[in-house]
């Protein structure tokens, strides 16, 4: 499969061509980037232990640049311009060369602008010098992705100048606490109406949705469908590679169970699922076995249920499956949004959706008693009252209590099973001090979590509470047998952002404002990232794995990518072997621009 020539000392040689061409959805043409004609780029298929010469030519008109995701390797062969290099300027040629040392399914991507979104992804596959753990009879590469007709950078641009949403958003969420202390909660509540009628962004979900973009599944539209062709009986691979530059999937093969043999290319303990979530640039290998002679969609729901990628399995060319219904957009939490803490028998503010109706509007779900102990397992209190002691946005009010119940956790999350997102949350919805907790990191941060707790056990907001077994990081436990020393220090990373100004950052400062963060060359480190914004961040580490400490027992798994809830705190462990400055950021590309950027210098 792949187009790989090789040297007389047998380094496989690839030539790569960058140019731009035309990309058609139906009646829509837009301009793509892509590498030797194709979208997604091709597939590139070695051999772990060999050496590779990759000559990547940019024929576009603008710099550009390959980045090998996932792959440890030379700095200077990161491919990260202003970081490891300065990018391939038009017209020329970057000779990448390297040996691979690791096994596994990875991507690579354009590691300048918004190009990465417009087409330069491909799958890179390293298949492994010793045997695998399981076998399998026929394998596919899953690469999903979204597409815009839009210019990204103006899109971009338009995050930053429209703040007046989230800046509405975010008065508004203060007006509303303000008015339940002055005039009780029945009040305000009866004018839910009006906050129909204001302009809300759904950006706690994410910060652009099915308006703007076509989700692909290997380049393919769901309207044209990709397809994989299988024999009943047989065990089939599949290699899925989230590539988006911005949304995260929920993945699942209704009819099929999926076994999770690889997370971010390493082998990890089989998890059978029928569902699991991916961050953008995470990658899951999982086997399936469809033993009956019928058509099964794999389907990839876009997290806020704005659009899904669509894929087809099937006996034989030609045959369709049912597609799912798209899912209720999910409601971020009050534990997401920072209001945690109450006390228990008080009416709830159960559940906020915050996004856009299909009118476009905005509505409030929620409130019902019945619905607050739905989220919280606790008896269903008295009807609401008036009157919401306790939430309004004063000190005194969102004080941290004794242990208390969870009025936004979502069953699956208030899930029983360490009960550690109890105390996820957050205070705040402005700068300054916002219920007792002093904002720390200036005006490129708006919220503080309140007691962050790790959320491994739990699937996600919106998942996992229609009876399917989901994946969560917890499940991820690695099959290699390393051991190895203790951390020598912490060292601790705030994921902050206002998304007002859209601004996002690390301990309130943009990549611009920011020092790089400096390791000792063969140090051990442990990196405790604290979210405080009301999104999931998936922070990428460049030239080195890191250790998920997901409270596993067994070996933690690698992971190139790790995905940070809402209101989450947790860590990893980084063995600082690989000299160099190298780029650590929130892969989701709107917020890598906007400042969630580091550089981690190993001398
Ligand atoms: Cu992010």
Known sequence: ????????????????????????????????????????????RFRQGQEIELRVTNRLKERSSIHWHGILLPNEMDGVPGVTFKGIEPGETFVYRFPLKQYGTYWYHSHSGMQEQLGLYGPLVI???????????????????DWTFSDPMRLLAKLKKQSNFSNLQQRTLGDFFDDVSAQGFKRTWAGRKEWGKMRMDPSDIADLTGTYFNYLLNGRPAATPWMGVFNPGERVRLRIINSAATTHFDVRIPGLKMTIVQADGQHVKPVEVEEFRMGAAETYDVLVEPTEDRAYSLFAETTDRSGYALGTLAPRE?????????????LRTMADMGMAEMKPGEPAMGKMDMGKGETGKTDMAGMSAAEHAAMTGNKP????????????????????????????????????????????????????????????FGPGNSMMAMSPVSRAHEPGTGLGDDGRRVLVYRD??????????????????????NMERFIWGFDGKKLSESEPVALRFGERVRITFINHTMMEHPLHLHGMFMELENGTDGVLPLKHTVTVKPGEKISVLVTADARGDWAFHCHLAYHMDAGMFRVFSVV
């Open 1 to 44: 499969m792949s187009p790989a020539g090789s040297t007389p000392t047998g380094t496989a040689v690839v030539d790569l061509l960058i140019d731009k061409m035309d990309f058609r959805i139906g009646d829509h043409v837009g301009q793509a980037v892509t590498v030797n004609g194709s979208l997604p780029a091709p597939l590139l």
């Open 127 to 145: 298949d492994p010098a010793e045997p695998e753990p399981f076998t399998y009879s026929r394998e596919y590469v899953v690469m999903l992705s």
């Open 318 to 330: 030609g045959m369709t499956a049912q597609i799912p219904e798209r899912r209720k957009r999910p």
């Open 381 to 440: 209190a008295s009807p609401p009252p008036g009157g919401m002691a306790g939430m309004n946005h004063s000190a005194s009010g969102m004080a941290p209590a004794a242990p208390s119940i969870t009025p936004g956790m979502a069953p699956s999350m208030a899930a029983p099973k360490s009960g550690a997102g109890e105390h996820a949350g957050m205070a705040g919805m402005s700068g300054g001090s916002v219920a007792g907790m002093k904002n720390q």
């Open 476 to 497: 991820l436990v690695a099959l290699d047998g390393r051991s190895m020393p203790p951390p020598e220090r912490e060292i601790v990373m705030n994921v902050t952002g």
